[in-house]
C-alpha cells in the first residue's frame, strides 16, 4: 500500500528520444495539456503530474518518448557514450538502455546489442526500429561466449552490463511484501538460492565485461535492492578489475543515495531508492584510462 501510496505521488517521468524529437519540442507538445518539468539531473527527462496516463500518447506511440523512470534513464547517462564510440550492450532486450545509448551517441558510431533469449531479441529488434535507432546490430547470443580478443570487438570502448536481476526494486506488486524487509535485507531460503544463482551469473558477466582490451567505461546496472547483487558483486570484481588498470568511477557525484557501506568504495557506488525514488537500481562505473596507441591496436 505505501508502494502504491508513493506511486501516485510521485511525478509521471519520460524520456524524450532525441534521435526523434528535440526535448524542447516534445516539452511543448505536453504542456498544451499537463504541467511539464525538466529533471535536473537526467538531460532530456521531463517531469509530468503524478498519475498522467501516457500509454495512448501519440509521442509515445511513435516513439519519439519513452515511458522509462528517472533511475533507469540515470545508467545509459553514466556510460557517457560519445558520439562516434563503438559500446556493447551486453544484456540488451528490450532494449530501453539501448535506445538510450544511441541517443546520447546522436546515431554516431556502433552499438553492438547483446541478447541471448530469441523471444527478447524480437522485443529487442521492435523497440530499436520504433526508436528509430540506425547505430544498433544485434547480437543474438550469449555475452559470456563473446571473445575479448576478437578483432570485431577490440573498437569497443565502454560497455554496458545490466544483467538478470531479482527485480526486486521495481516490481511494486511485491514491494509491499518487501517493505519490512528491504532496509535489513532479509530474505528466505528458497530466495536467497534464488539471489545465489543470479549473483553468480552478474560476476561473470562484470569480469567477461572487464576483459575486453581497448574498453574504458563499463557500467554495472540493476534493479535490485539485494545487496548480494550490487555491493557484493563489485566487491568481489574489484580485485581482477584493479589488475586489469580499471578503478571505480563516481556515477552522479551530486547525487546523495550511495552504495551500502559494506565496502570501502561504498560513496562511489550509487543507488536508487524504491519507495523515495519510484524504483530500486544499482549502478557502478569502472573507468580506466587507455593511451590512444593501445586503443587502435
Ligand atoms: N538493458 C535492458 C533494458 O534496459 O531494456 C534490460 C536487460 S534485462 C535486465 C537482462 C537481459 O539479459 C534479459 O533480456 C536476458 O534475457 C539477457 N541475458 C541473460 N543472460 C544473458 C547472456 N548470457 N548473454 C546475453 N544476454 C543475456
Not at 521495481?170 to 544463482?197: C, F, I, N, W
Request: net charge positive; glycine share 6%; with cysteine.
Amino acid at each position: 500500500l505505501m508502494a502504491l501510496r508513493s506511486d501516485v505521488s510521485k511525478p509521471r517521468y519520460v524520456r524524450v528520444n532525441t534521435l526523434k524529437l528535440n526535448t524542447k519540442a516534445a516539452a511543448a507538445v505536453f504542456r498544451k495539456r499537463h504541467k511539464v518539468q525538466k529533471d535536473d539531473l537526467v538531460p532530456d527527462l521531463l517531469l509530468l503530474p503524478p498519475g498522467t496516463d501516457l500509454h495512448d500518447h501519440q509521442l509515445v506511440k511513435n516513439g519519439s518518448v519513452l515511458l522509462q523512470g528517472k533511475a533507469s534513464s540515470m545508467v545509459a547517462v553514466a556510460l557517457d557514450p560519445k558520439p562516434g564510440w563503438e559500446v556493447l550492450d551486453a544484456c540488451s532486450a528490450p532494449g530501453n538502455k539501448t535506445v538510450h545509448l544511441a541517443a546520447l551517441m546522436r546515431g554516431e558510431g556502433k552499438i553492438i546489442a547483446c541478447e541471448l533469449n530469441k523471444e527478447r531479441v524480437k522485443r529487442l529488434e521492435c523497440t530499436i526500429k520504433q526508436a528509430g535507432a540506425t547505430n544498433v546490430e544485434v547480437l543474438h547470443g550469449d555475452f559470456l561466449k563473446l571473445s575479448p580478443v576478437d578483432p570485431s570487438y577490440s573498437k569497443v570502448r565502454a560497455i554496458l552490463v545490466d544483467p538478470s536481476c531479482s527485480g526486486s526494486g521495481t516490481a511494486v506488486d511485491r514491494l509491499d511484501h518487501l517493505l519490512p524487509s528491504y532496509q535489513t535485507g532479509h530474505v528466505d531460503q528458497g530466495e536467497m538460492h534464488r539471489l545465489s544463482k543470479l549473483a553468480a551469473f552478474q560476476k561473470m558477466a562484470l569480469e567477461h565485461a572487464l576483459s575486453f582490451p581497448g574498453v574504458e567505461r563499463i557500467v554495472y546496472s540493476t534493479c535490485s535492492i539485494h545487496q548480494i547483487e550490487n555491493e557484493d558483486v563489485i566487491n568481489s570484481v574489484l580485485p581482477f578489475a584493479i589488475s586489469r588498470g580499471f578503478k571505480l568511477g563516481t556515477p552522479f557525484p551530486q547525487w546523495t543515495r550511495r552504495g551500502l557501506p559494506v565496502i570501502e568504495e561504498s560513496e562511489q557506488l550509487l543507488r536508487t531508492d524504491p519507495v523515495e525514488d519510484k524504483e530500486g537500481f544499482f549502478i557502478a562505473l569502472f573507468v580506466r584510462s587507455i593511451s590512444q596507441s593501445e586503443s587502435l591496436q
